[in-house]
């Protein structure tokens, strides 16, 4: 019986993504290791996450580093350095702004909803510039820019999207003015350029995803301005237990909550350096698109997909497409509810299967990236069942 099973919960054949609520990421056996080897003594975390925030800053490029729980951590930690700075009676206010450089200007046509919002945890009040549709310019972000301006976020997911100021535009904007920026960029880790351009780009704090280099979901680390990042750590989980003067309690910071365990932040560290030498095409991409054939070879001839159009992801056949490799499914002939309806028929035997689906539109994808090895043969099980 299997560990789930016991639990009373069914197991999830994830064809999506590296999803946060599928549990994000699939640990490598020397990341597993290593957190064995981590549990098996204490460490003083304050020594551990400063010194793995060097690693990560030099393996990123940036002046300083600081692991967190996660980018959303991330974010919510560095609207905290930017609105209160290290003044203690200040971090101890915090969500309650009052007073405090509390603006955050974000572009309306470059937002993630669900994301952005973790810089109103600490109390960071957002200005919106431009328009959804038309875009911002230059002048209209700087016109925005006042004596209340903590920060501008911007939020990178593959290319920047038309009509918006570009990441080198926002950073030419802000600096005039001395206003730091704070960049969405979680997944950006692949090509390895997205772990040290932006911080070339003088991003003064870039957050990103611990599950996007092979480590633990609930990691994830900031890069960037040496003082603002150690701003960042006071105003962390560890700030508060202990901070550089192991003052526990001083720094009451809203960071408190967002914990690590000394083996999520090694485990972290030894994803993150094998992430940086690893040969990806050879370790990920091959054994991706083997299962990507072989499914697209045992279902495409199914009955019930007769009129479905199967097409690679990416189109071309190879290399990798943010974080995804595999088929995209288009049920042309088919309503969005019917195409809703497969989807949950996927998920009603154990395991479920999950699939890349954006809760809209009558195509969805398959992604093998996040496949684990064999349940290419689960998938394909399923498949012929439902549309054989």
Known sequence: MSIYEELGVKRVVN????????GGSSLSKEVLNAMEEANESYA??????????????????????????????????SAAACIAGRDPEKIRRLPDTTGMKNEIILQRANR?????????????KFVLVGDERWGC??????????ENTAAINHVIIGADKPRILTIE???????????????DCSGMTYPLDGLTKYAKMGVDLACYGGKYVGGPNSTGFVVGRKDLVETVALHSFIGHEA?????????????????????????LLVAFKRWLVMDHEKERFEPAWKRTRYIEKRIKKLPGLK?????????????????????????????????????????????????????????FGLNCLTL???????????????FG
Request: glycine share 12%; with cysteine; charged share 25%.
């Open 15 to 22: 064809a999506s993504f590296a999803l946060t609520r599928l």
């Open 44 to 77: 003083y975390l304050w020594d551990l996450i400063k010194r793995g925030g060097e690693i990560i800053a030099e393996g990123c490029g940036a002046e300083a580093g600081w692991i967190t729980s996660g980018a959303f951590n991330g974010l919510v930690l």
């Open 112 to 124: 993630i909803l669900i994301y952005d919002r973790a810089m109103q945890v600490p109390g960071g």
């Open 137 to 146: 310019t230059p002048e209209l972000m700087e016109a925005a820019i006042t």
């Open 169 to 183: 535009e926002t950073v030419k904007v802000a600096h005039k003015h001395d206003v730091p920026v704070i960049l």
């Open 243 to 267: 901070g550089p003067l192991e003052q526990g309690g001083f720094y009451r910071g809203i960071g408190r909550g967002y914990k690590l365990d000394r083996q999520e932040v090694v485990a």
């Open 307 to 363: 009129g479905v159009k199967i097409s690679y992801i990416p189109e071309s056949g190879e290399g990798c497409d943010y974080h995804k490799i595999g088929l995209n499914l288009d049920f042309k002939d088919r309503t969005e509810e019917e195409v809703q309806d497969i989807i949950q028929s996927l998920r009603v035997d154990d395991p479920e299967i999950w699939v890349r689906y954006g809760g809209f539109g009558n195509s």
């Open 372 to 386: 684990l090895p064999g349940e290419e043969k689960i998938l394909v099980d399923r498949f012929t069942k439902i």
